[in-house]
Each structure stands twice: as C-alpha cells, then as structure tokens.
C-alpha cells in the first residue's frame, strides 16, 4: 500500500512562512512528477507547482517568485516553502506524487496518488 502524508499546514498571517512537506511511503519502484495543488471554498482545485524527479519545474504564475518546490528523492518528499502569503492563498493544499510500485509476483503498477490535504489559513 502506498500512500502520501502530508505536514506543515497552519494559521498563520498574510505576509508570513509556511513549509509543506509531503512523504510518499510504501512499496515504492519510482516517482515520476510530486506536485502541489490547492483547493479554495467554491473554487476547483488548481496546480501550485510540480517537479519531476530530475529537478525541473513547474510553478502557477499566482505563487511565482513566492512559493518554491523542492523535492529529496532519497526521501521521496516533496516540500513547498510558502513566503509572502496572501490571504488569497488560504486553501486546502494536496499532494499529488506519479508513483510506480511494486504489487505481488513483482509485477509494477503506475498511478497517480493523493494526499488528504492539508488546511492553509492565512489572515488579514
């Protein structure tokens, strides 16, 4: 079984810092992509940002220049350092991980697996 968990999530006020951290366990073969997406009251949950597992990324142009990806393949964690928060960033934030692993007769499966989300709460 495989499965992200997911940290880090918090209240804190517009202008502050967050670190989300997002670990991947399980019977793990590889990880392709680790993203972030969010999810705000009444609106569709959109990407945040995504590295694949060579380092390139992918980031909103709303959080550029203000949120940053990271990933420790070693670990299979992807993390987001959130600066300059807005109240506009108050969301769910999920992890989202291309996981390929192994299943019985050591066959391996690709899917795409998502975290529970974690709550980001900034005030004004």
């Known amino acids: 079984q495989v499965q992200l968990v997911e940290s880090g999530g918090g209240l804190v006020q517009a202008g502050g810092s967050l670190r989300l951290s997002c670990a991947a366990s399980g019977s793990i073969f590889s990880i392709n992509v680790m993203g972030w997406y969010r999810q705000a009251p009444g609106k569709q949950r959109e990407l945040v940002a995504a590295?694949?597992?060579?380092?390139?990324?992918n980031t909103a142009d709303s959080v550029k220049g203000r949120f940053t990806i990271s990933r420790d393949n070693a670990k299979n964690t992807v993390y987001l350092r959130m600066n300059s928060l807005k109240p506009e960033d108050t969301a769910v934030y999920y992890c989202?991980?291309?996981?390929?692993?192994?299943?019985?007769?050591?066959?391996?499966?690709?899917?795409?697996?998502w975290g529970q989300g974690t709550q980001v709460t900034v005030s004004s």
């Open positions: 590295i694949t597992s060579g380092g390139s990324t």
């Open positions: 989202n991980a291309d996981i390929t692993h192994y299943k019985a007769g050591g066959l391996r499966e690709t899917f795409d697996s």
